[in-house]
């Protein structure tokens, strides 16, 4: 699993079309086919432990939460950041407050083209 921030400070200034004061984080692009979602976890809340069918993003837009990888260790992670799992990778997601993401899938996810790479240890 891999980490990644979105925050307002790693995006772009919109400057064209008469724009004020608005900033651009470009997240994803794909030339296949993707499936976008909106996901709600509510406080106390899981997705159970399951394979990841095709590469996941999993985009946090509101609250904080925990995800995890194959190793099940417990990652925090937050509203400005997003979390990565590979095809055939085993995780799993929740929160004690609720949580909401944006979660999108694709044969073809490559984040690290346009997000910084969170570190953690």
Do not use: C
């Given at each position: 699993m891999k980490i990644y921030k979105f925050g307002?400070?790693?995006?772009?200034?919109?400057?064209?079309?008469?724009?004020?004061?608005?900033?651009?984080v470009k997240m994803i692009q794909t030339n296949?086919?993707?499936?976008?979602?909106?996901?709600?976890?509510?406080?106390?809340?899981?997705?159970?432990?399951?394979?990841a069918p095709i590469p996941q993003l999993f985009i946090v837009v509101e609250?904080?939460?925990?995800?995890?990888g194959e190793d099940q260790k417990r990652?925090?992670?937050?509203?400005?950041?997003?979390?990565?799992?590979e095809k055939g990778e085993w995780h799993t997601s929740g929160s004690e407050t609720g949580m909401a993401a944006i979660v999108i899938q694709s044969e073809e996810?490559?984040?690290?083209?346009?997000?910084?790479r969170k570190k953690h240890a």
């Amino acid at each position: 699993m891999k980490i990644y921030k979105f925050g307002k400070k790693h995006g772009k200034k919109v400057e064209k079309y008469q724009s004020n004061l608005a900033t651009y984080v470009k997240m994803i692009q794909t030339n296949q086919a993707a499936t976008i979602g909106y996901m709600y976890i509510d406080g106390e809340g899981t997705v159970g432990y399951h394979e990841a069918p095709i590469p996941q993003l999993f985009i946090v837009v509101e609250g904080e939460g925990w995800v995890t990888g194959e190793d099940q260790k417990r990652i925090s992670i937050k509203r400005g950041e997003a979390a990565l799992w590979e095809k055939g990778e085993w995780h799993t997601s929740g929160s004690e407050t609720g949580m909401a993401a944006i979660v999108i899938q694709s044969e073809e996810l490559n984040p690290e083209t346009f997000m910084e790479r969170k570190k953690h240890a």
